[in-house]
């Protein structure tokens, strides 16, 4: 094992899986360390975990990791969950914090409260979405869950599950906008400006990347002077689209750059399902939000999704007010007749932000790093679970 912990010393023990778990543990880290700087916190995760002042046992999110099919994917993680029960045999977990990933981190809960560690999910399990039968499950593996969106916590709560709502990271930041408007400035000027967002996983990448080049080209004829950054999450996964794609669409160019800086330079986002959805709602930029999948897997979501609506800003805000293609097996053209008419009319762009602002109201005044640190704390010296009011 390449971090060897001391057995007698207490450990936070942190497991993420991808990379937003990475970028969703970090600060919490960041933030225990600010309110306990002797605590030691070890982690499997990836470099933000470890920049925030996390000691790295193993990377599990890097492109190596992320860069594995689903099947090779599980398998790596079935070995990481081994050699994780070999290593807490030497280390004293006192709390375990799995950052979302339930089906790699449910395993790794189970064995570590064998052990006697506690355990707080960092990001609710969406089992609200699609899994409602695994509460019984979560309930005999968790001590609380700080939640990121705000329904949450009454959800979990109503079911026995002790529950907080701590804000979402990727709202409830600060951004520099006088960097953010440098930056941009070094970006193609020409105008209407698309920003799009391919996912940070490698097979949503490949899933999604031809349709969002395809649904620009198509846009391109339409409004001539279109100018588009797809934003790269990781290097590698620019090298797979360049690879993929060896002549872009005209206008279109492939950035590997902050995608605040993306985001402040766009009038109109396209992007994949996920937290990007939140990065770009933090800035008030109007979007159309896609996933696509085989007509199968559709059809198998519809019958398992229990929520009206897919993308998170719709889901958050109870109503569609952002146009969504989730789960998505069709063509260019449905997406191409969303995103034209506010490349057309601002008065739409502008409706869709005031929706925007207003759905992120419920984040008011939440401070994510710190709630979920100081939850952990209590956790760790043995107090129960709840919310500090």
């Known amino acids: 094992m390449s971090t060897a912990a001391s057995p007698t010393r207490p450990i936070v023990l942190f497991t993420a899986f991808e990379p937003s778990g990475d970028s969703h543990a970090a600060p919490v880290i960041r933030a225990l360390k600010r309110l306990a700087p002797e605590l030691d916190i070890y982690a499997w995760g990836g470099p933000k975990m470890e920049q925030a002042g996390a000691t790295i046992v193993e990377k599990s999110v890097d492109d190596a990791a992320m860069g594995l099919g689903a099947i090779g994917k599980a398998r790596a993680v079935k070995k990481q969950i081994g050699r994780i029960k070999r290593w807490a045999k030497q280390a004293r977990v006192v709390v375990h914090v799995p950052v979302d990933s339930p089906a790699s981190n449910f395993p790794i809960c189970r064995i570590l409260r064998k052990q006697g560690a506690r355990t707080v999910h960092l990001v609710a399990p969406q089992i609200w979405a699609w899994g409602g ?18 329904f949450e916590e009454k ?16 709202i409830n930041r600060a951004l520099d906008e006088q960097e953010l408007h440098r930056q941009a400035g070094m970006l193609p000027q020409a105008a209407p400006r698309l920003a799009i967002f391919p996912g940070s996983r490698t097979h949503e990448v490949k899933k999604n990347v031809g349709l969002l080049f395809a649904a ?11 100018c588009g950054l797809v934003v790269a999450a990781r290097p ?37 399902s996920g937290t990007m959805s939140l990065d ?8 159309v939000g896609v996933y696509r999948v085989g007509w199968f897997a559709k059809a198998l979501s519809l019958v398992m999704l229990r929520t009206k609506h897919r993308l998170l800003p719709n889901i958050i805000a109870g109503r569609r007010i952002v146009p969504e293609f989730v789960p998505y097996a069709g063509g260019p053209g449905r997406i191409v007749k969303a995103v034209s008419p506010f490349l057309e009319d ?18 008011a005044d939440k401070r994510p790093a710190e709630e979920g640190a100081a939850l952990i704390l209590r956790v760790l010296r043995g107090q129960p679970f709840r919310a500090e009011k």
């Not at 039968?133 to 705000?150: A, E, N, Q, S, V």
């Not at 601002?346 to 984040?363: E, I, N, S, V, Y």
């Open 133 to 150: 039968w695994r509460i019984g499950k979560l309930r005999r593996r968790t001590d609380g869950i700080l939640c990121l969106l705000p």
């Open 155 to 170: 959800w979990f709560n109503d079911r026995g599950v002790p529950a907080t709502f701590i804000g979402h990271p990727a």
């Open 216 to 226: 620009f080209r198509d846009l391109k004829t339409r409004h001539a002077d279109l």
């Open 236 to 272: 590698a996964l620019g090298q797979i689209m360049r690879k993929k794609f060896a002549v872009l669409p005209t206008g279109l160019h492939i950035v590997n750059i902050d995608p605040d800086v993306a985001v402040h330079w766009c009038d109109f986002a396209l992007t994949v």
């Open 280 to 287: 770009i709602a933090r800035q008030h930029k109007p979007m």
């Open 346 to 363: 601002t008065a739409l762009g502008a409706k869709q932000r005031a929706d925007l602002k207003q759905m992120l109201a419920a984040f």
